[in-house]
């Protein structure tokens, strides 16, 4: 008896545990793919294409057709970690077709809206951006 209530207490933290990571997985999963968005602080159209590093990183890059500080064409890359489901960027790299502008360097934060299946760029000093995922759903196997 002391046996077998030792095997089903084994079970359920194994079933636990594996629950728990998968959770994990599918937040994670959430953010990859391709997104688009209309940038409210020019009216630029911008694309994320986000994806899952093999450390657990996940990498950012995109394209606007107007940044403001390039004052034309740009595209932007950084590296992100995920904290309380939210991607944290310290340095998004902004850099401009035009050679003469920039480049920079920024902070930003990608977080999901549940409400409607979106995705908030939060860069300091901007008004956040929605973007929607326009790529298909990933499912791992």
Request: charged share 25%; proline share 3%.
């Amino acid at each position: 008896m002391k046996r077998l209530f030792t095997t089903a207490i084994v079970v359920f933290f194994v079933i636990l545990a594996s629950t728990v990571h998968a959770d994990e997985s599918s937040k994670r999963l959430y953010f990859v793919g391709l997104w688009e968005g209309i940038d409210e602080n020019d009216g630029s159209e911008a694309q994320r294409s986000i994806t899952l590093n093999r450390d657990g990183t996940f990498k950012i890059i995109g394209q606007e057709s107007n940044i403001i500080g390039c004052q034309g064409r740009g595209m932007v890359t950084g590296t992100g970690v995920l904290e309380g489901g939210i991607i944290i960027v310290d340095e998004l790299d902004i850099i401009c077709d035009d050679s003469a502008h920039g480049p920079f360097t920024s902070k930003a934060m990608y977080k999901p809206n549940k409400h409607n299946g979106t995705l908030i760029e939060d860069v300091p000093g901007f008004i956040p951006m929605n973007l929607h995922k326009i790529s298909n759903k990933i499912t791992r196997d």
